[in-house]
């Protein structure tokens, strides 16, 4: 064998060398890469966990939302019309946020009260004009979930 060809083999071994070598270590660098990014990922994505509301929050909120109802009801007269929509729409988000959750709400006011009800008493007033107890006014509302009741509403009745 001549030299040319030496120097050929040579060559082509040592380039196998170098590409295996090249292969081993980007496999390793690829599996450290991997190991890097899963690392990464996990990381990140422990601070995106889906928090759900607790009940508690789900009924606070259905309270306030109620409330904030019933205010802008009171000066909504006071109100431009695009404040109103303002308001109007803020709180219909909340209420689909609600809806969402499955929890409603119920206002007692000015309907006719019996003893089978399941609310909170707050007082009872005597008033001589009404001719059968109605609840005069809803302090909260009564809170439900999928239909169940979870919280009582607080009313005041009234009563001849």
Known sequence: MNITAWLSIVII??????????MS?????????????KHISDSVQS????ITPTTQSLVEAAIEVWRLEKRVNKVSGD?????NKAFENSISKLKRFLDKNDITFADYA???YNEGLSLDVLSIEKDKSVSESIIKETHEPAVFHKGQL??????VVLEK
């Open 79 to 83: 109100l431009s019309e695009d404040q």
């Open 13 to 22: 071994v040592l380039v196998t060398a170098l590409l295996l070598f090249a």
């Open 110 to 112: 000015d309907q006719k």
């Open 25 to 37: 270590v980007t496999k390793k660098q690829s599996k450290r890469f991997v190991l890097m990014y």
């Open 47 to 50: 601070k995106f966990i889906e």
């Open 150 to 155: 979870i919280k009582k509403a607080k009313v």
